[in-house]
């Protein structure tokens, strides 16, 4: 009797995602970060400013944001909602896919000046 092997691809690839979510007073959202087999990532979710104001300080003149981590003292800004600049959604729904610098860790939510 012959057994197969599981194919264990697709839960390494499973595996490797980054997922987080968050909900702050200033934003909340989503975020899924796949690695891709040429080295890119796939990074899939939304961003909510759920403060957005019609400028600096009101209410809070900033953007909510996803803060990308690579390893514990690197990372990157992430996709961002911008509702204080003209045109800007306070909504941002994003799929795109990156190569990023170095391994991702992990996401967080944050504030961000633009």
């Known amino acids: ?5 599981p ?3 697709a839960e390494s690839a499973a595996a490797a ?4 979510s ?3 007073t200033y934003g909340r959202g989503e975020i899924s970060l796949c690695p891709l087999s040429d080295g ?3 990074v899939t979710g939304y961003i909510e400013d759920l403060l957005p104001g ?3 300080g009101t209410p809070d003149g900033y953007c909510a944001a996803w803060y990308i981590d690579m390893g514990a003292t690197d990372g990157t800004v992430g996709p961002m909602a ?3 600049f003209g045109g800007n959604q306070a909504k941002v729904v994003f799929d795109y896919v990156v190569t990023y610098p170095s391994p991702v860790t992990g996401a967080h939510l944050f ?3 633009a």
């Open 1 to 5: 009797m012959l057994l197969a092997a």
């Open 7 to 9: 194919d264990s691809r």
């Open 17 to 20: 995602c980054v997922t987080a």
């Open 22 to 24: 968050g909900a702050e």
């Open 40 to 42: 890119s990532i796939h």
């Open 54 to 56: 019609g400028g600096w």
């Open 82 to 84: 911008c509702p204080h």
């Open 111 to 113: 504030r961000a000046s």
